[in-house]
């Protein structure tokens, strides 16, 4: 996507973001595949899966250790400069693949004429085992109101070796 809006959708006039808009919109809606609701008593038991408290959960402490500091404490980023991941479409889809990839590999945003700068995330590779980065985004994606499937160490480890061939 950073390649797109670089070279293409920030030229775009306002008529042609419009018609966008308005196809994009005449779409069939999607099932939901996670939810949010943003004031959600968290489920403790059945989220850690160990009933522990979420700040002994590994996912939390990593996110703690790791993201807090982009992406707030509560999930809430910084707007024009760090994505918010509570209730972040791309945190709760079905396919984790983006999610994944962005985790491992890192990425940064687009950089353009009038936007805010360029921002880049660091891949955690080689900073995170595959186990520890399957329990921040997975402890991510069941935060703040978010309800989405768990991720795994295989998840992460099958899509490394398809990124790395």
Same mark, same amino acid.
């Given at each position: 996507?950073?390649?797109?809006? $670089?070279?293409?959708?920030? !030229?775009?006039? *306002?008529? *042609?973001?419009?018609?966008?808009?308005? !196809?994009?919109?005449? /779409?069939?809606? %999607?099932?939901?595949?996670?939810?949010?609701?943003?004031?959600?008593?968290? +489920? /403790?038991?059945?989220?850690?899966?160990?009933?522990? *408290?979420?700040? #002994?959960?590994?996912?939390?402490?990593? !996110?703690?250790?790791?993201?807090? %500091?982009?992406?707030?404490?509560?999930?809430?980023?910084?707007?024009?400069?760090?994505?918010?991941?509570?209730?972040?479409?791309?945190? @709760?889809? $079905? +396919?984790?693949?983006?999610? @994944?990839?962005?985790?491992?590999?890192?990425?940064?945003?687009?950089?353009?004429?009038?936007?805010?700068?360029? #921002?880049?995330?660091?891949?955690?590779? #080689?900073?995170?085992?595959?186990?520890?980065?399957?329990?921040?985004? &997975?402890? @991510?994606?069941? &935060?703040?109101?978010? +309800?989405?499937?768990?991720?795994?160490?295989? +998840? @992460?480890? &099958? /899509?490394?070796?398809?990124?790395?061939?």
């Amino acid at each position: 996507m950073v390649e797109q809006v $670089e070279d293409s959708t920030q !030229y775009l006039t *306002d008529e *042609d973001a419009l018609a966008m808009a308005r !196809y994009l919109k005449s /779409l069939p809606a %999607q099932k939901p595949s996670g939810g949010y609701e943003p004031h959600a008593e968290p +489920d /403790l038991p059945t989220r850690n899966g160990n009933r522990v *408290d979420a700040p #002994q959960a590994v996912g939390a402490r990593v !996110y703690i250790s790791f993201c807090a %500091q982009c992406h707030g404490v509560e999930g809430a980023g910084v707007p024009n400069v760090f994505p918010r991941l509570a209730g972040n479409p791309a945190v @709760i889809t $079905e +396919d984790t693949t983006s999610l @994944i990839r962005l985790m491992v590999e890192g990425g940064n945003s687009p950089a353009t004429i009038s936007g805010p700068p360029r #921002q880049a995330m660091p891949g955690f590779a #080689q900073t995170l085992t595959n186990a520890q980065m399957a329990n921040v985004l &997975s402890w @991510i994606r069941m &935060s703040w109101g978010n +309800d989405a499937r768990p991720i795994t160490a295989n +998840d @992460i480890q &099958s /899509l490394s070796e398809k990124l790395h061939k």
